[in-house]
């Protein structure tokens, strides 16, 4: 099954590929294939996140109806042939007339998913990505289940049980559908009837957990306040979380440098004096590389808009991921007339 993911121009950039590698990484009978529109060919090129990309242009006040947004599937399936069979997924950052957070054109397998105002029923913490990965994966089982819109509207549910079938009437019903990331017995019984592949079940439920513990198990840390273990991979460009429900963070090359370099120095570095690290700096970015300093070369520069760029960008990404309280362990911060510096206990940490 081949299924495509899309973006309008009111999806941001980050938004749309945390969304892809999340979904890519599921192993089964579903094969997610990138847009071939935004040419995201490098994950780990040093401008992939631009700040400009972090939040919707308008987004509130672009209203597409459900027509609009299934015509830019369509446009997409003219422009580059995709097959009837095939799925098409635009990730919108444009609210849509009827207020439905996604929706689903049985006859040309167009589906759409907004990507804006989650926070609204999460809190500002939460990772979207995970809850729009849910609505992806819902929605290709429903397409599974039913064989018309009246029949995805006669089986769902009003009043909320905490199943994929819960309609949501009130919005913030659909905090309970993604916590519990479940079905009732009434759609197992369904699914049973109209014979959904085992393969295809697997690879929503797997990902359908994961989803549900690494939403609950990070509200749960926070409210513990833990401190959890990170691991640091150079090779992989990741920063992995395993006691935070093995959330992990890819980071461009220069950003992973930089990071390893304020591991490094737990006592913390004024950017005023960056230059005097630069030869480990560029140590750091030869590992990941096999490249020496010149792409280095503009950080240690007056007034350090670069590297402050750089500092704003990884914290940007660990409040993404682990939300604002876990996050202040990991972040590279500064107090009044102190260094920058990474606070986490270096017991807690692994460089690979």
Known sequence: ????????????????????????????????IKSKDDNL????????????????????????????????????????????????????????????????????????????EWELFFGAEIEKSYIICYQVMAWLLKRNMFSSEKEVMDAVHHNPIGCMMDFCQKKKDITLKIRTADLCPKCLEIIKSEDVPFNLLNQVFTLWEEIRKNI????????????????????????????????????????MAF?????????????AYLDNHKGILIDFYFRITGNDGPALDNIYQYPYNVASQLISKINHKLEKNLGVTLASYYKIERTLNEP?????????VTTC
């Not at 099954?1 to 999806?11: A, L, P, Q, S």
């Not at 390893?260 to 737990?266: C, G, I, R, T, Y």
């Open 216 to 255: 609950v198990f990070r509200e749960r840390a926070d409210f513990l306040n833990f401190t959890g273990r990170i691991i640091i991979n150079p090779i992989l460009k990741t920063l992995s979380f395993p006691d935070y429900g093995g959330i992990q963070i890819k980071l461009p090359p220069k950003e």
């Open 259 to 271: 990071y390893q370099l304020f591991m490094k120095e737990d006592k913390g570095i004024f950017l």
């Open 1 to 32: 099954m081949n299924v495509h993911i899309i973006r309008d121009e009111y999806c941001p950039l980050a938004v749309y590929q945390n969304v892809f590698e999340k979904l890519s990484k599921s192993a089964g009978v579903i094969r997610f």
């Open 340 to 348: 920058h510096k990474i606070i986490i206990n270096r017991e807690y």
């Open 41 to 116: 060919v490098a994950d780990d090129t040093d401008d992939m996140y631009d700040e400009k990309e972090r939040e919707p242009m308008n987004q509130h006040h672009s209203f597409l109806s459900f027509s609009q947004l299934f015509d830019i599937c369509e446009k997409y399936r003219k422009k580059y042939n995709i097959d009837k069979a095939d799925h098409v997924f635009l990730l919108s950052g444009a609210n849509n007339y009827k207020n439905w957070f996604s929706n689903m054109d049985h006859e040309g397998n167009n589906y759409f998913v907004q990507v804006t």
